[in-house]
């Protein structure tokens, strides 16, 4: 005879330990972004709203100002998170190798990431000044032209993406530190064995290896370059004129205005297209560090 056992039901106890993170994942993130998709199609302010459906979107990307905003965040966003990654490993590479005060110059690149954004674009604006700036001031000294940094509608956006990078690099640094230390020495020791010289050695060995480092920068640098706002507006406030604009400076310059709907809007595009550049761009990694 064969004994038959009742299904074990399974406690929902451990499920309980959920709510209090779900509570907090639905106030701070889930209401604000169903409440933001919401007031994009609406014509809003404090009291009361009316729904116009995409009509804040249409004036969006009619308006060349506000294309202006969304072009300049692409190119900001590719610059710094290109310049972070190269120049991250560059000096990765450098500071894991046997150099003279190594252990200084590490803290060195890494302290700008320490320092508060607002005070650095405070100290480059007075740093860039067209004619008292200790930059030109030296470019001088040494018979150049120095030019307007901040002040010539052509310079301005990659002048403040140089700062950026300039404060940022160290973070990167660290990061690609961390990649290169778990690369096992005995990689490097066969391919000098086989005759490899340090080019080869660094094509075919670090960059492979690296490259979860590389995926971890440029994520990062992407989605802190294309919702940059502290750093533009503290050097340049998006001028001169719309040259240096970016969709979050924007953002704020309408919320000022009182076009609140408008604002929420350029939100929802900024949500939108950070989401439509990070996620191809990770499941394709996964996908690839899968199949390898």
């Not at 300049?72 to 310049?83: D, F, K, Q, R």
């Not at 000096?91 to 252990?103: C, E, K, P, W, Y």
């Not at 660290?174 to 290169?180: D, E, P, S």
Request: charged share 10%.
């Amino acid at each position: 005879m064969t004994e038959t056992r009742p299904h074990s039901r399974k406690s929902p106890y451990p499920l309980w330990f959920f709510i209090p993170a779900a509570i907090i994942y639905g106030v701070l993130f889930l209401f604000p972004t169903i409440s933001s998709l919401w007031y994009s199609l609406t014509r809003w302010d404090l009291s009361t709203a009316q729904f116009i459906g995409l009509e804040n979107f249409q004036q969006f990307f009619s308006e060349p100002f506000l294309i202006k905003g969304l072009i300049n965040t692409l190119i900001y966003a590719v610059t710094t998170s290109g310049l972070k990654t190269v120049c991250g490993l560059l000096l990765a590479v450098l500071l894991t190798s046997n150099i003279f005060a190594r252990g200084f110059l590490r803290t060195l690149v890494f302290f700008p990431v320490l320092v508060s954004t607002i005070g650095i674009g405070i100290t480059f604006t007075v740093m860039m000044h067209p004619t008292k700036g200790i930059i030109n001031v030296t470019l001088a000294t040494l018979g150049i032209p120095g030019p307007g940094w901040l002040t010539n509608p052509t310079l301005a956006l990659f002048s403040v993406a140089l700062v950026d990078v300039w404060k940022g690099v160290g973070l990167a640094t660290l990061i690609f530190i961390a990649g290169l230390a778990a690369i096992s020495p005995d990689y490097y020791e066969a391919a000098r064995i086989d005759g490899a010289t340090r080019l080869q050695q660094f094509t075919r060995i670090t960059l492979p290896l690296v490259r979860p480092a590389t995926v971890i920068v440029v994520t990062l640098s992407l989605i802190g370059g294309l919702r940059s706002f502290d750093l533009i507006w503290a050097m340049t406030r998006g001028g001169p004129g719309f040259s240096s604009d970016v969709i979050a400076s924007v953002i704020y310059k309408q919320y000022q205005a009182g076009f609140y709907g408008l604002s929420t809007a350029g939100n929802v595009i900024l949500f939108a297209l950070i989401a439509v550049i990070i996620l191809p761009f990770t499941l394709w990694f996964n996908r690839r560090e899968v199949e390898e």
